[in-house]
């Protein structure tokens, strides 16, 4: 289920909670600095401005929020820059494509967000919290995921997430 929906309408790490957003298909939250149809993340803009958008809204679970704050971290919803937060969902084990049905709205998952020096910004050493290494070497990024809007629609704390997995092949989720 949606825990809190968050916003901001300029390009700063964190978003406030608000009681509700609207998500607009093929462009994101409607006032958030990162909505549009082409990359809005100020480094994607600096390397092709004409790439598409596939961070147009991201979601992050809230058990993730439940473990740092657990080690003395003050983490609330909102800080680590969530559109959506999210309880019950194991969204890092989704698959590309997977779809996500909230209220009215669908949103279709495209990757992991990658977690950068802007996290150890806003708290320091939370990075290391959420970006780890497994047995065999490879990055783990916990910090969430990004998804498309493929159907406009309101979402809010409290709202039901049903989810609707890709036909045929199953493809892990790569950082976009």
């Not at 958008?53 to 473990?67: C, F, S």
């Not at 740092?68 to 494509?97: K, Q, S």
């Not at 490879?138 to 989810?163: F, L, Q, W």
């Amino acid at each position: 289920m949606v825990v809190s929906v968050s916003i901001d309408g300029e390009h700063r790490f964190s978003k406030a909670p608000v009681d509700r957003i609207h998500v607009r298909e093929g462009i994101g939250v409607d006032g958030d600095a990162h909505a549009g149809a082409t990359v809005q993340h100020r480094s994607r803009v600096k390397r092709d401005p004409s790439q598409p958008n596939l961070r147009q809204v991201h979601l992050i679970h809230a058990e993730l929020l439940d473990e740092v704050n657990e080690l003395v971290h003050d983490v609330r919803p909102g800080t680590l820059g969530e559109n959506v937060l999210t309880r019950g969902l194991d969204l890092l084990g989704l698959p590309r494509d997977t779809r996500l049905r909230i209220g009215d709205a669908v949103l279709r998952v495209t990757g992991l967000r990658n977690p950068c020096q802007q996290i150890d910004d806003a708290r320091p050493g939370l990075l290391r919290l959420v970006v780890g290494r497994a047995s065999d070497g490879t990055i783990v990024r916990r910090c969430g995921v990004m998804t498309v809007v493929e159907r406009s629609g309101d979402i809010s704390p409290g709202d039901a997430i049903v989810v609707d997995l890709p036909t045929g092949e199953q493809v892990p989720l790569e950082p976009v």
